[in-house]
């Protein structure tokens, strides 16, 4: 299979196909039709589950209840767990009672952080159909016969599971042979004449209009094969002239979850999609299986390149969400439907008047596994962000370096090709802080290695950008060139550490070297040993300032099938492929980040960019949304795509600035400039064959634009460093839909083209060629907004035609906020760290805002020593008050404030005076009446005292 050699000729018009195709290519992804598990899954019918609780097997402890579920169409039994867990969350997990052998579980400590905290559950209700549980202030009722669970908060039904029936455990079995088929066509001739058990009754108490629906199943049921005849697919597939032998027969898990009341679900990247996710009524279901697709469409449910089974449901009430903790490829169904509000009478005292409850259904579908479902309950949005965090992570508080500006090419050819686009970027005063090499910086795409002939002197290189405050980041992907005097291959190899093929063989395919292979990222030894990897010993050339980029990590696999591993490839344990499929690229960017953590003993936080991610990911480093497209399309749906990553978590994230593949005209490169500079993750990036592009190569007056932009950024680093703390603190989100902060307004529950960052900043990008002006919607009753150049003021819970010709991004900063900046703008961040900061108060309409900062060496983890400062602001009654917002953080600075821009200031003062440690004295000021603008100069105070500035 993947072992035979496979020709130059094939390999090099592999590659031409994957670098020249002008769109993406269909026919090299499954569709739901060519998938045999996704096709039985879909083709399931909503109705009375076979699956009844057996009560008589019920266990009840502080936390749990554990009690089986039998298929009264097979007998075959299941297992569930229903956990209790802190921060009002449950636990549902399925599993089979007694598996043949044992069904695949990712490691607890991996994507979970821990084993999650138990709370207690009380039993409330124990009934002849139903058991209700008691979580905090929420009920959990079990139904017995069909079996389902709902979850009420407050007396609101907010999340069901089998409420549809769906439930589907495809349970290990051994492959039958002739006497077996011959025995399940007895069984089925015979079945009409034998006695009906108890247990095997149709249960009792339909779903309310679906009667009708159920006949006509039986009609179907009465006309279908033998349910024990073994259907095409369950144990061997096809695609195109991909051969799956499926030694494991069929072992799919899948099960509905529907959100009474909810008109809109979030979630699931990644897919090049709106936020707000669509009905796949009349397309495929969103698939989850990361894959390396290149010039990807947009607005379709097709895989791309990182899965993370993580949905919200938002409306005016509350939010809530599920995890579905599954490494296999995934799928899943949307319908917008209609709450049963008779069933739900029953349960909760929630039907007022006839009136109509909106409900989203969802049908969640995987290849292997288990069905192991994390419910979180809110209520608020940042509540289930924290609840989220809680299970899997936040993003680690990122070096300042890494929120700053990249500039990036596959490739930059030679060391003078880098010393020059250095000097450039210096002439033309655009500040810049990390360079990039692609690919072709390697000896011949041996990755820990140099070109001798290109990169001859790379400390050198990487040092002459480290004097500058600059860093440097190579690009190291997972696949090995096959080459025994390649000692990384060899060591790797000598270990026995390569991924198998099905008969066991080191698997063999094909990527840029040419015949490659791939560490088994899964097993933890492997990890080890690549982390080493990135010691300096091992990474000649290397120096403290050079960082990493994981690509191709899905992995990518030229001649495999869907352009990736087969899926009867052999991991850790004797796991296949399809077990784990979504997290190689996750444990990939994991070891690298662990090695750069290595390699300064712990103490420096690490730089890691991957393509590929799964739930927990954000713990590593950064993510981009891959091989975009030069076109108005692609920046325009990089809003959505970054919105969808932040709401899963994935909050350190970009896309890249200027598209991946073709040709941005000025105007389009100038418009992303823009975007990127207020998203993220910004890196700007081009294909080989793409024309250069740096900024300083654009038209003067594109490029004074583009320069304006990102030094825009640099000014807000000490805004954006602020977000990300919060972030790591409590899981919030970076970029977010305006729904996040305003919760009960509807108009933004589907609003993706504007965005807030923190709740601070509102950013409206310009994504339509030749536009000069686009309509703003202002959220917020009672609030003000203030464009954050002219401080014009504009109302809130508005929508408002704003002028944004070329020279203008929409931005403006909330009345009642202040957000630190630094305007002296230097060659990189690293040369700002002890400059001065400024304030920007912007009033709300009562003359009261507030804000914070957070500080520390921007580069190390003496933060978690305390070696920090967390400054909170406060302006009421025309005094502005600092204070310390976390006495456990004991670190000094340099920095100091040099000034304050109080906007909205309803006239000229007459003194202003600082106090410190007891002691006053006068500023200087000034006002502007036309734009309502004090500007308080000099104050002159170290950051991290307390002081207050009185204004008379």
Avoid at 70 to 96: C, F, M
Avoid at 202 to 208: Q, S
Avoid at 272 to 295: C, G, H, I, Q, W
Wanted: with cysteine; hydrophobic share 35%.
């Amino acid at each position: 299979m993947a072992a035979t050699t496979i020709r130059l000729s094939y390999y090099l018009c592999c590659l031409l196909l994957i670098v020249q195709v002008h769109s993406v290519n269909r026919d090299n992804f499954k569709t739901c039709d060519q998938s045999g598990f996704c096709k039985r899954h879909r083709s399931m019918q909503p109705g009375n589950s076979p699956y009844i609780v057996l009560m008589d097997s019920l266990k009840i402890s502080s936390s749990q209840i554990s009690v089986q579920l039998l298929n009264t169409k097979t007998n075959v039994r299941l297992v569930l767990d229903l956990y209790g867990l802190q921060g009002n969350t449950a636990r549902v997990k399925i599993n089979e009672l007694e598996p043949l052998k044992p069904r695949y579980e990712i490691p607890v400590g991996d994507v979970l952080i821990g084993e999650p905290k138990q709370q207690d559950l009380k039993v409330l209700d124990k009934g002849a159909g139903s058991i209700t549980l008691g979580l905090e202030d929420n009920k959990i009722v079990v139904s017995y016969s069909p079996f389902r669970i709902d979850f009420v908060s407050g007396e609101e039904p907010v999340v069901s599971i089998n409420a549809q029936g769906l439930l589907k455990f495809e349970h290990f079995r051994k492959k039958p042979g002739w006497v077996d088929k011959l025995t399940s066509v007895f069984s089925w001739f015979s079945e009409p004449f034998r006695e009906a058990q108890p247990e095997e009754q149709a249960p009792a108490n339909p779903i309310e209009g679906e009667e009708k629906k159920e006949e006509e199943g039986e009609k179907k049921e009465e006309e279908k094969k033998p349910d024990n005849e073994e259907e095409p697919g369950l144990w061997e597939e096809t695609y195109k002239s991909f051969h799956d032998p499926k030694p494991n027969g069929p072992a799919s898990v899948g099960i509905d979850v529907s959100f009474p009341g909810f008109e809109n679900v979030y979630g699931i990247p990644e897919h090049a999609e709106s936020m707000a996710l669509k009905t796949t009524k009349d397309t495929d279901p969103y698939r989850l299986f990361n894959l390396d697709v290149f010039e990807y469409e947009l607005y379709n449910p097709m895989a791309l390149y990182g899965s993370v089974p993580v949905m919200w449901a938002h409306n005016e009430k509350s939010t809530v969400g599920i995890y579905w903790n599954n490494a296999a490829e995934t799928w899943i169904d949307i319908r917008s439907t209609t709450a049963d509000k008779n069933f739900f009478s029953k349960i909760a005292d929630l039907v007022k008047g006839n009136t109509e409850m909106a409900q989203m259904d969802t049908h969640w579908f995987s290849e292997s596994g288990v069905v192991d479902i994390f419910v979180m309950l809110g209520p608020r949005p940042k509540d289930v962000f924290k609840q989220y965090a809680a299970l899997t992570g936040s993003t680690e508080l990122p070096p300042l370096f890494a929120i700053a500006y990249h500039q990036c090419r596959w490739n930059y050819n030679d060391q003078d090709d880098v010393k020059n686009v250095d000097a450039n970027m210096d002439s033309f005063d655009i500040p810049y802080d990390v360079i990039w090499l692609d690919i072709e910086h390697t000896n011949g795409k041996r990755y820990f290695t140099w070109d001798a002939h290109k990169f001859p002197s790379s400390k050198d290189m990487i040092n002459g950008e480290a004097v500058k405050g600059r860093k440097m980041v190579t690009i190291v992907d997972p696949h090995l060139k096959r080459d025994d005097n390649y000692n990384v291959y060899t060591d790797a190899k000598n270990r026995d550490m390569m991924v198998k093929g099905g008969g066991g063989e080191e698997y063999e395919g094909w990527c840029w070297p040419g015949s490659s292979s791939w560490p088994d990222f899964i097993n933890p030894e492997v990890r080890n040993w690549w982390a080493s990897k990135f010691q300096y010993s091992e990474y000649g050339g290397s120096t403290p300032d050079l960082y990493i980029w994981n690509d191709m990590n899905e992995p990518s696999v030229f001649n495999g099938p869907e352009i990736t591993f087969h899926k009867d490839v052999q991991h850790y344990g004797g796991t296949e492929n399809r077990d784990v499929h979504n997290l190689y690229g996750f444990y990939v960017q994991k070891a690298t980040a662990e090695g750069i953590l290595m390699r300064s003993n712990n103490e420096q936080r690490p730089f890691v960019l991957t393509r590929a991610f799964f739930a927990g990911s954000q713990r590593f480093g950064a993510v981009w949304t891959g091989d975009n497209m030069g076109e108005w399309s692609h920046l325009k749906v990089s809003n959505p795509m970054l919105l969808t990553l932040n709401l899963a978590g994935i909050t350190f994230s970009g896309a890249d600035v200027g598209g991946f593949f073709r040709n941005p005209d000025h105007e389009l490169q100038t418009r992303w400039y823009q975007a990127g500079s207020f998203q993220p993750f910004f890196r700007a990036h081009a294909h080989i064959d793409t024309k250069r592009r740096e900024p300083f190569l654009l038209p003067e007056e594109n490029m004074k634009i583009v320069r304006e932009a990102i030094r825009k950024r640099y000014t807000y680093l000490p805004f954006w460093y602020t977000l990300f703390y919060h972030g790591f603190r409590s899981g919030e989100t970076v970029m977010s839909p305006l729904w996040v902060t305003y919760p009960e307004d509807k108009s933004t529950f589907e609003m993706d083209d504007e965005y807030l960052l923190g709740s601070s900043l509102l950013v409206k990008p310009i994504t339509e060629q030749g536009s000069v002006g686009t309509s703003v919607y202002f959220p917020g009753k009672d609030e003000v907004w203030y464009d954050i150049d002219t401080y014009q003021s504009y109302a809130g819970s508005q929508n408002t035609y704003v002028n944004a010709p070329l020279d203008k991004i929409p931005v403006f900063q909330r009345g009642g906020s202040i957000v630190p900046r630094k305007m002296r703008v230097r060659r990189s961040s690293s040369l700002m760290a002890s400059d001065p900061f400024t304030l920007i108060i912007c009033l709300d309409k009562q003359g009261e805002a507030s804000g914070d900062l957070y500080a520390d060496d921007y580069k190390s983890f003496a933060y978690r020593r305390g070696e920090y400062i967390h400054r909170t602001f406060s302006f009421k009654n025309n005094i502005l008050q600092s204070s310390n917002a976390d006495p456990s953080g004991k670190g000094s600075t340099k920095e100091w404030v040099e000034k304050l821009i109080i906007v909205g200031y309803p006239k000229a003062a007459t003194s202003v005076h600082i106090t410190v440690d007891g002691n006053s004295q006068s500023l200087h000021h000034s006002y502007d009446s036309n734009s309502r603008v004090l500007t308080v100069r000099k104050p002159e105070v170290n950051i991290a005292k307390d002081f207050t500035i009185t204004i008379q």
